[in-house]
Structure formats: C-alpha cells, structure tokens
C-alpha cells in the first residue's frame, strides 16, 4: 500500500480500473475514530485476539481461522480477468515498491505500527524476517478481509484486501469506493465500526471482518482459503465451544487425506492438472491453417442450409467463429432439439449461481456428482466397456455428450448440414422426468416442482421454444433444431474430448484427437466430449454459441433466459436459497470458490466484453 498521509482528512484518490461516470474511479475515505479499533477486537464470537496494549497505545493482534471453516475466495477464470491481469500485476508492484518505503520510516522491518491517541495496531501483510519457522523459514504474515455471504466468510481478491486494509491502517472510519475488482464502477461504502459492506446501488448490507495468518516462506502460494484451513489454531463455532484444529490435524487418517484430495479433483473439474499451455509459434500456425471445418474441404453448406436464409446466416456466423478463434481454440458441433429445454433451464441456473455467461448458449450439463467417477475423457474411455448401451447408457449420457469436428464436413450419423434444420437427439428419454429431477436437485420443495415446471413450460411456448415433449407446444416453424457450437482450448482437447464412430466406439485411428483437428485437414468425424460443467462454465477453457433454426426462438431466447431466471426466484432469490442450490448441485458439498452472491449482473457484464466475442 502506498505510504500514509500525515493528515487524517476526508481524501479522494484516482485509480486505472474502474469508472465513475467520468472515466476515473474515485476512492474516498472519511475520517474515523478510534472506536473502529475496539469494534473490530469485539467481534469474538468469529476471531480470537491477543495482544498486549503498551504506553504508547500499540497492540498487536493475530487472528485466526476455524480449519474447517468455509471460507473461500473468488476464482472466476474468464478472459476479461485474464486480460486485466497484467494491469493488476503492475498496479500491485507499485503499491509493495511504495508500502516498502513506507516501512522504511516505521518501527522496524516486517511490522507496521498505527500512530495514533488509544488505538491498535495491525500486522502488516509484509515479510517479518525476524520470525522463524522450525525449519529457519521466514515467516510471512498475510491479512485476509472476508465478506459474509449466506452461513459462510468469503476472502475479497487479494487487491480489494490491499485497499481495506490501506483504510484500516490509515485509521479511517469509512471507505467508499468504485475500485473493488468483482465490481468496477459500482460504489461500495465500508463502515469499519459497524464492519459492513454496502453496495450504495441495491443498498445491500453484508458483514465483514479482518483476519492476520502466519505463513512459512517455504511454502508454496497456498491461496487464501488454504492458509485459513492450514494455519488456523483455534475457533468458536456458533455454540460457543473451543476446538483446536490441531488435534483435528493429528488424528486425520491416510484415508481422510485420500478423501481430501478426490474431493479436490472433484471441484476442480481437474483444472489443477491441465497440461501447459500452446506455444505462440503453435498458435500462429494453427491461425495461418486456418478455419477448421475449411481446411482442405471443398463442400458447401447443402441444398436445405441454402434453401432457407436464416440457415445460412447462422452457419455463415459460425465459419466467421472458427476463422477468428481458430489459433488457440478447437471447434466441435453438436446437434440437439428434444433437450433443448434442460440445457436452458441449467443455463439460466449456472448464471446466477456461477456467473455462467447463458447470453450466448445453453449449458449441456449441470450436476456435478455423475462427474466423480467420470470427469475426463480418460475415465470416460475406461468406463465404456462397462456400458452395454454404449453412448445411449444413462451413466454415459449424465457425463458426455455427442459431436462432430465440422459443419460442413461428412458425419456417418449426424452431418450438420443435413441436421440442422429438424435437430438430432433420442426419443427414448423422459424429459418431463429429469426436468423435474433437475429442480428437485437444486433444492425447489418437491411440492412447487410440478407447477414450477408447468410455468417453465409455458415461458417456453411464448419464446418460441419447442417443448411438445414436455408436455407442451411445438414451435410454429416446426424447425426444433440447435446447434452449440463449442469452442475448447486446443492444449485441454485430449483430456476431454475422443475420436469416436457410432455409438461412442472409441476411433482408435484418429486418437489422439488433438493430432487430427490440428493437422491440415480435411478434418471430420464424430467425438464425444466430457462435458464437466467445471470447464464448461470457465471461459478461459470453454466458449460456446447457440444457433436454433427456429429464428423466432433465436431472436428470443435472450429474453427467455431473463424469463427463466425469474422463475427460478424460488431457488434463487437468496443466499440461503442459492447456497441450497448450489450444494445440490454439487452433490452436498461445495467448493473453495463457490460465492452465494447473486452472479447475474457480473455473467452479464463479461458477456458485454469484446473478449469472448
């Protein structure tokens, strides 16, 4: 943080970042008193300080964390973060160059000290080289600020922890400011006193507080949740007992710690052990290739795409995708109709529990627990075998799904070209069924589940959704086809994604799949695709867009998305209600990053960045 005024005046400050109205962003702290100090010491129920008061008013206070406690910081992974990232990089560089010359004029390296009449002071977020671990490890203390969403404590982003705690140390009383990374240009007031966050636009009021762990230099970046879970030492749960987490620690088991990192895998979508990125040489070559359904292909989009204008503005849409992202994505279609109504439901679920960006297609899979024992094409290879209903096996249709490497290639099933007008997908499914199992998972009572459906139903018909098997009306047109068009990064294909023929046979010939849709073509055949909403719902990893030859549908389905959302008010119009959802959703427990905040204005906001266009 930059160095401390010695006036304890009202100030407002510029930042890169975030707009007022003006094209700045304006941070204003007011003055406070010191009476913040001992509102933030008396929130004992949540954290345990020690200290010591000296002559000249100094105390120093260590907060520390329940282990088990479900604390979590944000991990949102789309482009736009990505490409804000070297802005934050810089801006945090800046901010540690001046926090050091601060420190300089200080009462010694590694702790800082407020200077004032009756208040405390704060461990630094800096190095206390002073302090040693048993191995002779420097010992870093770390600030954490949480905000409390529904039960649980949510880590700010490590720049809006600097910017709460520069206010904090500058002994001020309020905070308000444009700046915090979840949400540019929105004002947000703090009340140190009060501890509470308040978003001056919806006025909503959330708890916060403050925490200062210790952690060994020798360690690898754990992230902020981590170090709570690791470095905790005692808490009060909401009884009021004591426990120490560290005989928790020595009596966990081999087998508890095998549980631990399977319960990793399972949320991570094995995001943890995706293979290194592409090369820039491999990505230029891949753009000088070409389109992928273009490379070598000489074929056209058929006499029915042709025959109907609104077909072959779509796919003339689709080819512009391929042409602008086909550098560093890889590109697969695949053809539904009769589902079509599960896939928007979970999409307009996914937006407002996972800032899942349902503008621009549906979300072809939700629930998570099917992905325990198949979340990669390897599992799902290896468990093939074992289905005698080959890719028509329940357990094989609750992970993956069925696609082709081009639109205008030959498919021996499913060609887009030939399907895309009347759609592709299975009659031996009673969708009616899993829609209402689907609601039941995300926690609707199980009275509301049938005219909660019957309403989704009817928003459908006026959108011009077909649902005659849900019970419902057709669409006018009588075209039910979609086509999601699914772009994946090209380093994570091989780990999702197999050569297939009919029925799911893997194609041992054109495995590794990477090989084929990176050659120089003519690229074509089926794949299926392990579609683990983990990676689907990351934007970094996944895009997709939707084209419905219903063009009354298509030029609605925004809308409709809109409409479904507020359907869904039952389950997700609150914390406690989305926080319902999502654990059932995640089969009972959720995951470190999973925040309980309403996501649909931010889903909405990255959706308007000219990024994942």
Partial sequence: MPPRRSTRAKRTSATAGG?????????KRVTRTSSR????????????????????????????????????????????????????????EAKTKAKGKGK?????????????????????????????????????TVVLWQWKSGARWVAYNKEDTELLEEGFQDDLDEVETCDLSFARGVKYHFDY???????????????????????????????????????????????????????????????KKQQDQQQDKKYTGHVASLPPKMALRDIKFQAALGAQSKRNETRGYGAAVNGNAHAKQCFDKMLEN??????????????????????????????????????????????????????????????????KGRDHDPRFRAVAICATTSLVGPDPEAPPRDVFLAGYSCSDVKFMDILKELLKSCHVPVKKVTKLAKDIIKASEKAGLDVSQFGGKGCRSGRQGH?????????????FVYAAHPFGVIDKKRMPISETINGRGP?????????????????????????????????????FQHDLTELLEPILGSDDTREAAARGIHGGTLPDWYDSADQRDHAKHAATSKSYL
């Fill in 19 to 27: 707009s007022d109205g003006s094209g700045e962003t304006t941070s």
């Fill in 37 to 92: 100090r001992a509102a933030i010491a008396s929130t004992t129920s949540d954290v345990d300080v020690a200290g010591d008061a000296s002559a000249g008013g100094r105390v120093a206070a260590k907060t520390v964390y329940e282990e088990d406690t479900e604390t979590e910081i944000d991990d949102r992974s789309s482009d736009e973060e990505d490409a804000e990232g070297g802005a934050v990089s810089a801006t945090k």
């Fill in 104 to 140: 300089a004029a200080g009462t010694g390296r590694g702790k800082t000290v407020k200077k004032g009449k009756g208040t405390a002071s704060a461990v630094s977020a800096a190095d206390d080289e002073d302090d040693e671990d048993e191995d002779g490890a420097a010992l870093t």
């Fill in 193 to 255: 006193k009060a501890l509470t966050q308040t978003n001056t636009k919806t006025r909503k009021v959330r708890s916060i507080r403050r925490a200062a762990l210790t952690k060994s230099s020798s360690e690898s970046d754990t992230g902020y949740a981590k170090l709570i879970r690791k470095s905790s030492a005692t808490w009060t749960d909401d009884t009021g007992r004591k426990k120490g987490t560290a005989a928790k620690a020595a009596t966990r088991s081999g087998k």
């Fill in 322 to 387: 391929e042409a602008r992202l086909c550098g560093e994505w890889a590109c697969f279609y695949s053809s539904y109709s009769l589902a079509a109504l599960l896939f928007e439901v979970q999409a307009a679920v996914a937006a407002v529990l996972f800032r899942f960006k349902s503008v621009f297609a549906p979300l072809p899979r939700l629930l998570k627990k099917p992905f325990d024992t198949m979340g990669d094409a390897q599992e799902l290879m290896a468990n093939f075998p074992k289905m």
């Fill in 483 to 495: 086509m999601l068009q699914i772009f994946m990064k090209r380093h994570i294909v091989d780990q």
């Fill in 523 to 559: 690229i074509n055949g089926q794949v299926r695709i392990c579609a683990h909403p983990t990676i689907f719902m990351r934007a970094n990893l996944v895009r997709m867009f939707l084209y419905s030859a219903d063009e009354t549908f298509h030029q609605n389905r925004v809308q």
